[in-house]
């Protein structure tokens, strides 16, 4: 039964109807932004040492496992660890630690791996390192959602531009509220996989509005369907290409979360790849069930695509099931007038 649904998704034959189920999709997303909150009000986000500030040692150890290396540092007593190799050797970071932890884990470090304590270097981060890491992020962030505005203001038109920028904003809120109930740590990753995400879902967006640009220009007076319709046609045209992009740019993402982070350690880029793996999953979401419905509520109001409506249901056209599965693609139109041709022909 699976194979077969599969099957008719990559015909084309499967159509959803996205923008009609447009309340189902906003209380899930009401939802999730509640839920997402108030793991964020109550839990927070657990920022990692970069922005708390913290000790980061350094030392070689040919030797050494990540394994060791970690153990050795919790058996000394320090409850938050990052492991990373370098071209130097070992590079692990840690909470802020007092003056004679600090010494009782560079004794315990030389005494494991046979080195001189000296060997065993220090180096503090403070706290406003990470708070500059932030304020760049933040205008980094802004910048960019001026920039999509902007773009696809020009582009296409501001409705659409409101549309994807609630869209990440909705994806923003919900990856954050995973981090605060999942208690993953924030690093300057985390804050990367951010930004990236926001690509990602606005690629997305971008894809699907187009089409509908596309489609919905050819709508007039005597069209047979309504904005909505036309609108929900040219989604699921772009449906299976979403699906394939977030399914190709997921699994080695997926890869990295749950068998990096679980059999070899990969430390950070567990940071980095939860943001990714949640947010490609919540940006394919939000640009199928939140952005095109939210676009198609905003044109509905318009009255030409009012009128269009109106004339169909006082018709009674339009509105049924088999209009509603009826392709509408760029050149159906002139398609049609050249079947009735041949047929008078």
């Given at each position: 039964m699976m194979a077969g649904l599969v099957s008719?998704?990559?015909?084309?034959?499967v159509n959803v109807d996205f923008v009609g189920r447009q309340k189902l999709w906003y209380g899930l997303s009401a939802f999730l932004l509640v839920v997402s909150i108030a793991g964020l009000v109550v839990n927070g986000l657990n920022l990692g040492v970069e922005f708390k500030g913290g000790?980061?040692?350094s030392f070689k150890a040919s030797s050494a496992?990540?394994?060791?290396?970690?153990?050795?540092?919790?058996?000394?007593?320090?409850?938050?660890?990052?492991?990373q190799t370098t071209n130097n050797g070992w590079r692990v970071t840690t909470e802020s630690l007092p003056a004679e932890q600090v010494t009782a884990v560079q004794k315990a470090v030389a005494g494991e791996f046979g080195l001189k304590q000296t060997d065993v270097t220090l180096q503090v981060i403070g706290a406003s390192w990470g708070g500059q890491v932030a304020d760049k992020a933040v205008i980094g962030l802004i910048v960019f959602m001026l920039a999509i505005i902007l773009y696809l203001t020009m582009a296409f038109e501001w409705k659409m531009a409101l549309a994807a920028i609630v869209a990440l904003i909705?994806?923003?809120?919900?990856?954050?509220g995973v981090y605060a109930w999942s208690g993953f740590e924030v690093t300057p990753a985390t804050l990367l996989g951010f930004l990236t995400i926001l690509g990602y879902s606005l690629y997305d967006a971008v894809v699907v509005f187009d089409m509908i640009k596309e489609v919905t220009a050819k709508l007039g007076t005597t069209s047979k369907i309504t904005y909505t319709q036309a609108a929900n046609d040219a989604l699921n045209h772009t449906l299976i290409r979403s699906l394939n992009t977030t399914l190709v740019a997921i699994l080695p993402v997926a890869?990295?979360?749950?068998?990096?982070?679980?059999?070899?350690?990969?430390?950070?880029?567990?940071?980095?790849?939860?943001?990714?793996?949640?947010?490609m999953l919540v940006g394919t979401y939000s640009s199928l069930c939140v952005a095109t419905p939210l676009?198609?509520?905003l044109k509905e109001r318009e009255p030409r695509y009012q009128a269009i409506a109106r004339r169909l249901a006082s018709t009674g056209g339009g509105s049924g099931a088999k209009a509603a599965r009826q392709p509408v693609a760029a050149g159906a139109a002139k398609a049609t007038t050249t079947d009735d041709k041949r047929k008078k022909k």
């Open positions: 008719r998704l990559y015909r084309g034959e000790s980061v040692f496992a990540i394994e060791d290396v970690r153990d050795t540092f919790v058996e000394a007593g320090v409850h938050e660890t990052i492991v909705h994806d923003l809120v919900i990856t954050a890869a990295i979360l749950f068998i990096g982070t679980t059999l070899f350690g990969a430390g950070t880029l567990k940071d980095l790849s939860l943001a990714l793996f949640v947010g676009l198609v509520t």
